[in-house]
């Protein structure tokens, strides 16, 4: 099993990036993926969870109406579109793969498998 975010970069608060989690292993039918992100200093914090059948999508209040998950299932693939970016989002961004359904999928601990993370940097 493995997972490969890519798509970070340097932006500048108001624009977009697409985030993207490449999935190896196993079937985005079968497993939700979420997004997460570390600032320096602060807290994981989780940002949105898309269910592996049906597809239906979660949103912290942080990102709701900003950021959009989605997935490719012939690509393997999950995206996090965000847009109207600002400085405060500057963080490691990471997708996992949740394995429990213990608790809110908010929950760092319902996840068995992580990316490696990619940075954004939103700066002028």
């Known amino acids: 099993v493995q997972l490969q975010a890519s798509g970070g970069g340097l932006v500048q608060p108001g624009g977009s990036l697409r985030l993207s989690c490449a999935v190896s292993?196993?079937?985005?039918?079968?497993?939700?993926i979420a997004w997460f992100r570390q600032a320096p200093g602060k807290e994981r914090e989780a940002l949105s969870w898309i269910r592996g059948r049906g597809a239906s999508t979660y949103y912290a209040d942080s990102v709701k109406g900003r950021f959009t998950i989605s997935r490719d299932n012939a690509k393997n693939t999950v995206y996090l579109q965000m847009n109207s970016l600002k400085p405060e989002d500057t963080a490691v961004y990471y997708c996992?793969?949740?394995?429990?359904?213990?608790?809110?999928?908010?929950?760092?601990?319902?996840?068995?498998?992580w990316g490696q993370g990619t940075l954004v940097t939103v700066s002028s």
């Open positions: 292993g196993f079937s985005l039918d079968s497993y939700g």
């Open positions: 996992a793969r949740r394995y429990w359904y213990r608790s809110s999928w908010s929950a760092a601990r319902e996840y068995d498998y």
